[in-house]
């Protein structure tokens, strides 16, 4: 399940989609851009959250590739099924665990910081807001 985090305008043409989703038994903060290689309209509201959920798959396998990046897998499915049967690989001929590496790539603190700006009730909400993405 895919929950949309925020969006922020790149152009007329493209956002950035801050989504969650579940990957290996962690929440993951996945940062994506939507349309992708298309003309077609931005996507708002339901529209978007149907699309997200659309690319899940592809998401998945994004996230899992960098987090094993020894594996040879192609598809989500077999990628998954490898994970979950241990992530095991051939290394100087011996058979090994495959070392998982950390998400890394969270959502940048600004999300919302044009938001949060206007809805600051004093000049302390400001700064405290402004040193928290510093």
């Known amino acids: 399940m895919i929950n949309i985090i925020a969006t922020e305008q790149i152009d007329k043409e493209k956002q950035w989609v801050f989504l969650t989703l579940e990957v290996d038994g962690e929440t993951i903060e996945y940062t994506t851009v939507q349309p992708w290689n298309t003309k ?5 509201g339901q529209e978007l959250a ?6 899940e798959d592809r998401y998945k396998f994004e996230i899992l590739k960098d987090m094993y990046p020894e594996a040879k897998e192609k598809t989500v499915e077999a990628l998954e099924t490898w994970v979950k049967s241990g992530a095991k690989i051939t290394k ?10 950390a998400w ?5 603190k600004r999300i919302g910081l044009k938001s949060r700006i206007q809805e600051a009730k004093s000049i302390n909400d400001l700064k405290t807001i402004l040193l928290d993405v510093v």
């Open 50 to 55: 149907d699309w997200c959920q659309t690319q």
């Open 104 to 108: 890394t790539n969270k959502h940048p």
């Open 40 to 44: 077609q309209p931005l996507l708002s």
């Open 92 to 101: 100087d001929g011996k058979k090994e665990i495959a070392v998982k590496k």
